[in-house]
């Protein structure tokens, strides 16, 4: 990979990974869903343009049956989830349970589109299962509502998202990205502004909140979303997704360092086993073929 696509994958995962800062910040001030739809809000007007200049606006309308679809599972409901299990959990927590996404969607993809699984990706689920359950095991606090309810919430996202992946190949496939981004945010801006009148929040927000939402929207969705379609167009969708590994790394620094929280020793083996369980199910690491012997 050429150094400046590198770089450019480092960018995305530190934008990526502070969202989940931004979100820890701001959900208990906004609600996850008021949150959201401010998120998603800012994101389609940033995006539109776009979409106008690449004359990509018709494709999105033909299309819009399915993006709407993705729109629910990719965008509106796993963020609002995620928005809420980062009250409880922290930033570094959650962007943790965010790597179980391609384990999903390894899932779903063969129960629905009858991929196939290999032997080492079954072996990778298992493990990074195992992972999932260890990160449950070391909350200290076993409540229902403030640990078990939220890491639920955390994983259901995943799985929408692993949905979201499987929607997109069967019925999105070839379709200009930056219009699915796009059409996924209007809709989903649709869809949650008249809930979000019902969960208005009891009191203004602070100044620093507010910037902090424009900064979720702008840089964690809608310029996110730009500079990752550059990556897939400039070194291909299997090495632009391994932004996945990286987004903990970043969510778990910026949790570290601004919000003072800390893992111990079970969760860093949990994550570890996470992560690399995900390396196996999407087929970052490989089996080594056997180098035949000369003679």
Known sequence: MPYQYFLELLLLSAIWGASFLF???TSAEFGPIMLITLRTGIAALVLIPFVLYKKQWNLMCRYWLPILLVALTNTAIPFCLFSY?????GAGYASLLNATAPMFAALVGFYWLKDNLSLIAVVGLIIGFIGVLLLSLARQNTDFETSLLPILAA???TFLYGVAACLTKRYLQGVNSLAIA???QCFAVLVL???????WPSSMPNMQSWWQVLALGVFCTALAYILYFRLIANIGAAKAITVAYLVPVFGILWGISFLNEHLTLQMWLGAALVLFGVALTTGLVKRRKATPLPG
Do not use: K
């Not at 299990?85 to 959990?89: E, F, G, P, V």
């Not at 502004?193 to 969960?199: H, T």
């Open 85 to 89: 299990s980062t009250l409880y959990l």
């Open 155 to 157: 994983l259901c996202a």
């Open 23 to 25: 979100m820890r910040n």
């Open 182 to 184: 796009t059409g996924s």
């Open 193 to 199: 502004a008249p809930l979000s009148l019902v969960y």
